[in-house]
């Protein structure tokens, strides 16, 4: 049986599990509470510690009324702004001349051909 390799950035599900946590009022001993696990396993899962599996994370996704796509590409699957945010707030940690160059990367791998 062949493998997927995916790479899943576990990081940033758990940003996006604790701010739907947060905007529902919730501590994460509630929300530990309410899918049955123990607060610390919660609190690796929110700071990327650890992986999560996709039972899991259905579990929390319909707890906390978001969808698993929201929670795993930050946005509903039929937004266009898939990592927008993510982007944009790697981008303002970079340099200038980084920034230029994944700029030009980018414009690479979308096949754009803009003359700068």
Known sequence: ME???ANVDFKLIG???KQA???KGWSQEKLAEE???ATAFLSRVERGGTSINLNRLAQISEVLDVTIEELITGVVKED????TKEFSE???K???EKRRLIYDIAKMVAGVNFVS
Request: glycine residues 0%; charged residues 30%; aromatic residues 4%.
């Open 80 to 83: 266009n702004r898939y990592l």
């Open 90 to 92: 790697l981008l303002k």
């Open 21 to 23: 946590r947060a905007k």
């Open 3 to 5: 493998t997927i390799d």
């Open 15 to 17: 940003q996006r599990i």
């Open 94 to 96: 970079c340099s200038k």
């Open 35 to 37: 899918i049955n696990v």
